[in-house]
């Protein structure tokens, strides 16, 4: 059972990075790494990244994995670095007050479910790019840090602080103005909503508080 507090502490014990979190980094460098080769990259946008459904037949298609597998691939060091140090922020102390088994459960339920989204958005957008990038996983541990940290502050640009719970708030509020206005076409906004949305039924279930109930309940 955790204890009922609003700001992060952290642990006495020095764990830069819990296994989870470490995993994700290498797995995600690596296959940016594999990316930097032209050949290995065409290869692995076309059978990883993720597809609409119901494209022509000259274009790659869908197919099943790739839910899970468009989170592992990037359009650049720049998209890989900035999920990556989200994700070593906001990740590591999730992943040491849950356990890496329900945080590794939690990160992939985030990254399916943005999928999910993203998928349904270009589909019936009749749209025909792929999707990249562990953004949708990375929003749903945003979400899980502001609702475990709410009062922890966060320094945007390392300079000007603001409680956790008001950032999620606010990234979201911004991802939904900028999905629904079109604006910095090119980015996934519904799968990152996707990602916070699955994100959050995920944790209200483990808290006891949808009409299904899991067998052990989740407290902080």
């Avoid at 995600?28 to 494209?55: C, M, S």
């Amino acid at each position: 059972m955790y204890r009922d507090y609003d700001y992060y502490q952290p642990p006495t014990q020095f764990a830069v990075f819990p296994p989870v979190v470490k995993n994700l980094l290498i797995l995600n460098g690596l296959v940016f790494l594999a990316q930097l080769v032209p050949t290995t990259d065409r290869l692995l946008i076309e059978w990883f990244a993720l597809w609409p459904l119901g494209l022509p037949d000259f274009y790659p298609g869908f197919w099943p994995w790739q839910l899970i597998t468009y989170s592992f691939l990037h359009g650049g060091f720049a998209h890989l670095f900035f999920n990556m140090f989200a994700l070593w922020m906001f990740g590591v102390p999730i992943e040491r007050a849950w356990g890496s088994r329900r945080f590794g459960v939690y990160y992939f339920v985030c990254v399916v479910g943005a999928g999910l989204t993203q998928l349904l958005v270009v589909t019936l957008s009749g749209a025909v790019y792929p999707t990249v990038g562990a953004s949708g996983g990375v929003f749903g541990i945003l979400l899980a840090f502001g609702m475990m940290f709410p009062n922890t502050p966060i320094y945007l640009y390392f300079l000007f602080p603001i409680k956790a719970k008001w950032l999620v708030i606010g990234y979201g509020l911004l991802e939904l103005w900028a999905g629904v206005t079109g604006t910095q076409s090119g980015v996934a906004h519904f799968a990152h909503l996707g990602g916070m949305l699955f994100g959050f039924l995920l944790i209200q279930y483990w808290r006891g508080r949808l009409p299904w109930r899991p067998s052990r309940r989740l407290y902080w």
